[in-house]
């Protein structure tokens, strides 16, 4: 079993700054990525960024330049500084992982999710 407990949703102020952070636990042999997505009402999920463990990172074109996604390698954790946020980044952020268990089976789990509010 793999478990990712996420933190840091709220309330902000367009303009303003929140920090997303995802924590893996569990029977972990290696984490091949990480990842945040999102998805708002009446929407699909989408990609927001996602990071390798090489470090190599992706991030969709609506938040690149204001949102900043890093990786703790040695403590399975992954966060995403997200700043002058804006009204249509309203909504529900998961994090993802590909994960080697310990059986050496590939798992893609999933946060239970974290709402982030973007308004005045």
């Known amino acids: 079993q793999v478990q990712l407990v996420e933190s840091g949703g709220g309330l902000v102020q367009p303009g303003g700054s929140l920090r997303l952070s995802c924590a893996a636990s569990?029977?972990?042999?290696?984490?091949?990525?990480m990842g945040w997505y999102r998805q708002a009402p009446g929407k699909q999920r989408e990609l927001v960024a996602s990071?390798?463990?090489?470090?190599?990172?992706n991030y969709a074109d609506s938040v690149k330049g204001r949102f900043t996604i890093s990786g703790d390698n040695a403590k399975n954790t992954v966060h995403l500084q997200m700043n002058s946020l804006k009204p249509e980044d309203t909504a529900v952020y998961y994090c993802?992982?590909?994960?080697?268990?310990?059986?050496?089976?590939?798992?893609?789990?999933w946060g239970q999710g974290t709402l982030v509010t973007v308004s005045s």
């Open positions: 990071i390798t463990i090489g470090g190599s990172t």
């Open positions: 993802n992982a590909g994960v080697i268990a310990n059986n050496l089976k590939y798992l893609e789990v």
């Open positions: 569990g029977s972990i042999f290696r984490l091949n990525a």
